[in-house]
């Protein structure tokens, strides 16, 4: 039987072989070379540092920065199997031209120029809304956390601070009373003596993360990394993490905008989608969200900056539950004309205009109380409330804004239902498929500069698959990424028109209902 054999290592050729004919031409690597060299990079700020004539000379950011999109590319991540790979990876050698650069610079790279991916990322996006491949009216919105390099155990609060130094404390008073009992062998003595410094050394230890925590102001703090906190990431599964912040659009589910946060969503919705707005120059845009973005000061501030909302909303709270359901508050109508409710036995609650300040954790919210007399006789009373003064109706300041967010989720169940095909599945890519669970680098900062390149490799793959490398090619050829091009349409002020009125029929034209 004969096998197919390969060359003689030990044989010389007379025709040594080029490296570029190693690499097919349809290869990614040669669309990642010419990606990068299609980028402004000074206008990115990749020449912020200037090379010297002096000393060792610097590798050229651009060589720096096409080895991590391969690498991202290609889930090779950390600094050291980066570097491996330009020693034995005939595809880096190809675009690195044989560089070979250390694991300290190339982790350097990264560490200290997080704005450099960050731009890159923006910029691709904008390319990306130039040649129409995001859709500008529908996006969604969501989160996900990402374990931070910081232990649970490097990770403080009071409550843990003060049972560790109840220990501490109970420690050292067995220790001396064992030392002042006596009968005890120097040996003993010394040992004790140790342990006795030992505990001390670590209540000082604690005793100065609760002052580092009464400075910050903040519920918890963490050594290693300060920016990192604990969060649930599901369930009942707490780990020291960063909240990502992304959004993305209903065409072909690309990013469009990321923010790395160490806070929960509550408050991330009116930033994120005026950076929407902003990245795809529209001047309305709809957003889907999920129940913990459900904020009335966020949706009375996104109706204002022509954000249409679908954000669900959550069960309403029955820690103080009305005695039957029939009179729940829901089942009370509220007349905006009048400025008054209708209770389900046809009575008016009415308000005497006076505003009252209701703390939610650190925020205030403005809330005016409806009451009426008829209370005082009515025959169900029993089952609409225990208050000995009548029941009594709450409204904010926000009402109505939540209340029009509301009745839009009800109304539109099949555009909201698309929320989950638009966004989660991005996550489940990165951090199953690909392995990116956790981060790296330490501090909100570089962490920006990170899910830069994750996301730009992201939107790169997406770009790959929904093209292909033929028609990208062309396109990079064509050197759409000119950020000369960019900035006069920007200053043009050529941006796409959409009210918010307009979005009810652009949603049905497109086919999202």
Known sequence: MKYLTGFDR????????????????DAEVRIIDLFVDALPLRELGFFEKEPTEEGRPMYHPADLFKLYVYGYLNRIRTSRLLERECQRNIELLWLLKGLQPCFRTIAGFRSENPKLFRNAFTHFVRQLNRKGLTGKTLVALDSSKFRAVNSKKNNYNQKKIDRQLEYIDTRIQSYIDELNAGDLDEARQEAIGEKLKKQKAQRRKYKRIEKQLAETGQDQVSTTDPDARSMILHGSVIEVAYNVQTVADSANKLVLEYEVTNQNDRKALLPMSQ?????????AIAVLADKGYHNGEQLAACAQEDIYTIVAYPEVPRSHPVPTPEFYGDRFRYNPKKDQYKCPQGHILKTTGQWYNKKYEKSVTRVKHYKTMACGSCEVRSLCTHNPNGRVIERTEHAGAVERNNRRVRENTSVYSLRQQIIEH???????????????????????????LIYLVYNFRRVINILGLPKLKKWLRKLLFSIFTDRALHNAGQYQKYSVWQLVPVVVREGWC
């Open 426 to 452: 991005i996550f489940g890519t990165i951090k199953r498929q690909w392995g990116y669970d956790h981060i790296l680098l330490k501090g909100l900062r570089k962490n920006e500069g990170e899910f830069g």
């Open 10 to 25: 030990r044989q010389a050729t007379l025709f040594p072989t080029c490296i570029d004919d190693l690499i097919p031409e």
């Open 275 to 283: 950076k929407t707005k902003s990245i795809c120059a529209t001047e």
